[in-house]
């Protein structure tokens, strides 16, 4: 398929998980999910990829590039959770692209790009809102999300770049499941002794961090970087209707309008080429 196609899948699917997991906050914990989601990933890609194959055979460059990924997956996906358990899926997304645009700007340096940051950043604050004093906590895991985020882009672009590619996608998920594996186990521990809850952990787990990885994989091999990034004007407005379907959170006119602006800014910038 045109990698166009993958990138339109992963789009759904990148948002559409978190979305489910946030409904399964309330019986195994916000970093309990994250563990679960994790770890499926990881279980599904190692008899796949052979990440212990991969990483043994992998020269040394190579390996740091692993684990950086890794740990940059697993601290990633818990600062998104930590983040979604307290703010709206809406306002998380926006902040995750802001970053990438102002990324752009350090290796691009434009009017274009200015005007691009400075459009992409009035939207976010109209998404903020009053948070700023009544939920720190939660924008701080949000932009701790969006600037590992830019770091999931840069590593994941390198990695489909080198040709390992899907294999370097699972050897980096095992290194990220030994990351969290002491951190939400205890949380999790509810949904290891009912199936059902399991069953559900593990459809988020498929469609957060399984289908969309791949799918990105998939793009990134055959994109450019500069292409993907501006396919990424994308996301928030996926964000924003997988909140209203599957959350009930209906935006403002406010909130509407400062997406419409995230959006408007992540398409006009212009990324740095490879």
Not at 33 to 53: G, K, N, S, V, Y
Request: glycine share 8%.
């Amino acid at each position: 398929m045109p990698p166009h196609v993958w990138f339109c899948v992963s789009a759904i699917f990148h948002y559409l998980g978190p979305a489910f997991a946030v409904l399964l906050f309330a019986q195994v914990g916000v970093l309990g999910m994250a563990w679960l989601r994790i770890a499926t990933a990881a279980l599904i890609f190692a008899p796949l990829t052979r990440p212990w194959t991969v990483f043994a055979r992998a020269d040394r460059s190579a390996r740091l590039l692993l684990l950086t990924f890794g740990i940059c997956l697993a601290v990633m996906n818990c600062a998104f959770y930590l983040a979604l358990a307290r703010l709206p899926i809406s306002l998380v997304a926006a902040i995750e692209f802001v970053g990438t645009i102002g990324v752009a700007l350090v290796g691009l340096r434009s009017r274009r790009n200015v005007a691009a940051l400075v459009i992409a950043v009035a939207g976010t604050l109209l998404l903020i809102d009053i948070k700023w004093s009544s939920d720190p906590v939660g924008l701080f895991w949000a932009f701790l999300n969006g600037a590992l985020f830019i770091g999931y882009i840069v590593l994941g672009h390198r990695i489909a770049q080198t040709g390992i590619g899907i294999a370097g996608l699972g050897t980096a998920m095992a290194i990220a499941f030994l990351v969290v594996l002491p951190v939400g186990f205890s949380e999790a521990l509810p949904a290891l002794s009912a199936p059902q809850l399991l069953i559900a952990a593990i459809g988020v787990g498929i469609c957060s961090s399984v289908i969309p990885y791949i799918c990105d994989q998939l793009a990134m091999a055959r994109l450019p970087r500069a292409s993907f990034a501006l396919m990424l004007s994308l996301l928030p407005l996926t964000a924003t209707l997988i909140g209203v379907v599957v959350l009930r959170q209906v935006p403002s006119l406010t909130d509407c309008f400062g997406i419409a602006l995230v959006v408007a800014g992540v398409a006009m910038h212009k990324p740095a080429q490879e």
